[in-house]
């Protein structure tokens, strides 16, 4: 029975699949976004709804998965797949959502709108965890006044990556602690800190996305 409170959403990006993840997202809502099928034998799913143009969709696919609910769209539409997945899933009010195949892939310009509307969505719905994974890297959107704690192993790398300017910027628990720093954008004076197990972020004002390098992150 799969628990509509966790939502999984298949995105077409890369993922290395492994027994942490699968536990994640098993028993999970899942949405699966146009080829980010692909994805669910790997990780051991049922798609609960498949959404798009399929123009990224195989002939093997639609024979697997011809009992799935699908949400057709077409092709000349102004919304990618991966934005259809996120308003299906946001409109169904779960505590977490795990995009998987969010980072990598062919597609650049993909991959930034993602993390972009990752952190609208997340802006939007403060009542709603997002964890964007390819599976050995994950983001976590880093909102103002919203404190955020990195559960990871000790010596786990991460970057806090601005998408603006960022004001009042604390990190703890890291090996290069901050303290109320402003970091301007396109700065790289939060890449690759050091976690010790207990991180938490913080900032006052401003948007980016934690960026962990250990596929054991929660």
């Given at each position: 029975?799969?628990?509509?409170?966790?939502?999984?959403?298949?995105?077409?990006?890369?993922?290395?699949?492994d027994?942490?993840?699968?536990?994640?997202?098993?028993n999970s809502?899942?949405?699966?976004?146009?080829?980010?099928?692909?994805?669910?034998?790997?990780l051991?799913l049922?798609?609960?709804?498949?959404?798009g143009?399929?123009?990224s969709?195989?002939?093997?696919?639609?024979?697997?998965?011809?009992?799935?609910?699908?949400?057709?769209?077409?092709?000349?539409?102004?919304?990618?797949?991966?934005?259809?997945a996120?308003?299906?899933?946001?409109?169904?009010?779960?505590?977490?959502?795990?995009?998987?195949?969010?980072?990598?892939g062919k597609?650049?310009?993909?991959?930034?709108?993602?993390?972009?509307?990752?952190?609208?969505?997340?802006?939007?719905?403060?009542?709603i965890?997002?964890?964007?994974?390819?599976?050995?890297?994950?983001?976590?959107p880093?909102?103002?006044?919203r404190?955020?704690?990195?559960?990871c192993?000790?010596?786990?790398?991460?970057?806090?990556?601005?998408?603006?300017?960022?004001?009042?910027?604390?990190?703890?628990?890291?090996?290069?602690p901050?303290r109320?720093?402003?970091?301007?954008?396109?700065?790289?004076?939060?890449?690759?800190?050091?976690?010790?197990?207990?991180?938490?972020?913080k900032?006052?004002?401003?948007?980016?996305?934690?960026?962990?390098?250990n596929?054991?992150?929660?």
């Amino acid at each position: 029975m799969c628990n509509s409170s966790s939502i999984t959403i298949l995105l077409g990006g890369t993922l290395q699949v492994d027994d942490d993840l699968k536990e994640r997202v098993k028993n999970s809502y899942v949405v699966a976004a146009d080829g980010g099928i692909a994805h669910a034998k790997p990780l051991g799913l049922m798609p609960d709804i498949w959404i798009g143009d399929f123009d990224s969709s195989t002939s093997e696919f639609f024979d697997d998965y011809q009992s799935v609910e699908k949400v057709p769209h077409s092709s000349n539409k102004n919304q990618s797949d991966g934005e259809l997945a996120l308003d299906l899933a946001i409109a169904r009010k779960p505590q977490t959502i795990t995009i998987c195949g969010a980072l990598g892939g062919k597609r650049t310009d993909h991959v930034l709108f993602i993390l972009l509307g990752a952190l609208k969505y997340a802006l939007d719905n403060p009542d709603i965890a997002f964890y964007l994974t390819r599976g050995d890297e994950t983001a976590f959107p880093l909102l103002p006044n919203r404190e955020l704690a990195l559960h990871c192993a000790p010596d786990t790398t991460f970057s806090v990556i601005p998408f603006s300017a960022l004001t009042g910027l604390t990190v703890s628990g890291v090996k290069w602690p901050l303290r109320d720093e402003n970091i301007a954008l396109g700065s790289t004076h939060t890449l690759s800190n050091m976690s010790n197990g207990k991180t938490k972020i913080k900032l006052v004002d401003g948007y980016a996305l934690a960026l962990v390098q250990n596929k054991h992150s929660l």
